[in-house]
Each structure stands twice: as C-alpha cells, then as structure tokens.
C-alpha cells in the first residue's frame, strides 16, 4: 500500500511540475492547462493520503477534492483551509476541456499553483 501512496504523490508532483514549468516558460501562459494541472496534482496528493490510511470502499473514482477530503476527515485532521482550496481548484479539473466554459486569467494560475504546492505539502507530512 505505500508504494501505491508514493506512486500517487509522484504523479501530483508530476502534475505540479508541469504546472510550474509551463507557467514559467510559455508565453502566451496556457492559463487553462496550468489550472488544469494544478487540480490534477491536488486531487492525487489527496488520494495518496486516502491510499496510506486505507480505503476499505476502494479507491474513489471522482475528482471533487472536497469529496475526497471528506472520506479520510474521521482519520486524520484536515485544515478547513483544504476544503477551501480544493473548492477552487475542482471546477479546474473539467471546464478547461470545454472551450468557453470557465475564464481564468493569470491571477487565477498563481494561485492554482499556491493551493497545488500547499496540497503536496500536506500530502507529504501525511505520508510520514
């Protein structure tokens, strides 16, 4: 099981490098794809702490963060600020595949970024 957990987490800082690279180097700044990342490496730091504690239902197959939070809340404590953050982040994960479905700008970017590095932080002091 915990090398299914560190699989999870090095796909999401997989996700978060991409994210960081692209909003470093590209121009014009794929703000769609950077927010789309950003969701991606929440949602697998989260789902490698759901993988470490044990997920007796199975492994969910959603991508609502705050859905997620919700099926380890009894096991661990988890920072209001988190629900927060995957709020944001979840709408990320699916209107950036539909043209015209969600603007974003760069402030938006910067702070997918912020909330996808506070997530692996998280995720990593959960693994220990």
């Known amino acids: 099981m915990e090398n299914e957990a560190s699989e999870w987490l090095e796909f999401a800082e997989n996700d978060y490098g991409v994210a ?9 700044k794929p703000i769609e794809i950077i927010c789309f990342h950003c969701q991606q ?13 044990g997920s007796p ?8 963060i705050s859905f997620l ?8 404590t988890i920072d209001e600020k988190y629900y927060d953050y995957g709020d944001v982040l979840t709408p990320y994960g699916i209107a950036p595949r539909y043209p015209q479905e969600l603007f974003l700008e760069e402030h938006h970017a910067v702070k997918a970024i912020e909330y996808a590095g506070e997530f692996l932080s998280w995720a990593k002091t959960n693994l220990q």
């Open 41 to 53: 490496c929440a949602e697998k730091a989260v789902k490698s702490v759901i993988v470490h504690l």
């Open 20 to 28: 960081k690279h692209l909003y470093e180097t590209y121009y014009p």
């Open 69 to 76: 939070l919700n099926q380890i809340k009894n096991n661990i």
């Open 57 to 64: 239902g199975g492994m969910p197959k959603l991508h609502d």
